[in-house]
């Protein structure tokens, strides 16, 4: 296959995605937006088609086409393995999500980093187009990161396909309690994502998880449901809670801004305090 069917291949199935998951979440939505998505939308997805075009003017190369490149000079240390393609697969897409979780706890911690990530927190809702809105910046270095992982580990090209998960657990599509307990297991859900996007700091640290849970429980960041409910928990930061803030040259200058006079640095106790 080349490259350029490739690339409709992947843009043709996330719309797809995309559509499906905006279906669900307007014939069943899990809680009532407080903004909606008249004055979301078209911000979160400008700033989507923002970053796909710095994407593809400043990586001339996709993550994937390097996985492909990679394989066949057998770059990286899943190559050097004598191991059938569905176990590379596998421990592939494992150490490749391994990584993505350790990014993302990265992006909360080291002050700079989460200033980029930050814009992603700042929606007011939580709904599939969140799981597009990140910062170009940021998008820029966890490319260069994913592409560096994959060389390294030499990453089969069907594990890094595995996209559509943001979509999925950014979704507002209501899920039975007992459907939700099944997929936790396996994969991230909505429920267990909104807890992250929760405006409490102790949750917003919590759940970083992007594909499977396992990384959460393992090094003790999961947290099972956020304390005031779903329905009744407040989305976003306690900084950018304007609504001039959902526009998209809003978006692009949060980072360079700390309007609010509340940030990153604010304590915990502090921030606590003043919900
Ligand atoms: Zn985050
Ligand atoms: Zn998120």
Redesign the pocket.
């Known amino acids: 296959m080349d490259a350029n069917s490739e690339i409709f291949i992947r843009l043709g199935a996330a719309v797809a995605i995309f559509l499906a998951l905006a279906f669900w979440e307007l014939l069943a939505p899990r809680r009532a937006l407080s903004v909606g998505r008249a004055r979301r939308w078209p911000s979160n997805l400008g700033i989507l088609v923002l970053d796909a075009v710095l994407v593809r003017l400043l990586i001339p190369v996709a993550a994937v086409g390097v996985a492909v490149i990679a394989a066949q000079r057998g770059w990286g240390l899943l190559n050097i393995t004598p191991w059938p393609v569905w176990l590379e697969a596998i421990v592939g897409f494992l150490a490749l999500d391994l990584a993505i979780y350790a990014q993302?706890v990265a992006?909360?911690k080291i002050p700079l980093l989460w200033r980029l990530?930050r814009m992603?927190?700042a929606d007011l809702d939580i709904d599939v187009s969140t799981g597009l809105r990140f910062h170009p910046i940021e998008i820029i270095l966890s490319m260069v990161i994913k592409i560096a992982i994959v060389v390294l580990i030499g990453v089969p090209a069907l594990a890094v396909v595995i996209y559509a998960t943001s979509m999925f657990n950014h979704s507002n599509a209501l899920m039975p309690a007992w459907l939700d307990g099944i997929v936790r297991l396996v994969v991230v859900t909505p429920d267990m994502h909104r807890v992250?996007?929760s405006i409490k700091r102790h949750e917003?640290d919590s759940n970083?998880g992007f594909n499977v849970p396992w990384w959460d429980r393992l090094f003790g960041t999961y947290r099972a449901q956020p304390e005031a409910g779903h329905e009744n928990m407040t989305i976003g930061l306690p900084i950018f809670r304007d609504r001039r803030e959902l526009r998209l040259d809003r978006l692009i200058t949060q980072p360079f801004r700390n309007d609010a006079g509340e940030a990153a640095t604010v304590p915990p106790a502090r921030s606590e305090k003043a919900l």
């Open positions: 993302h992006f909360h990530h992603h927190h992250h996007h917003t970083f």
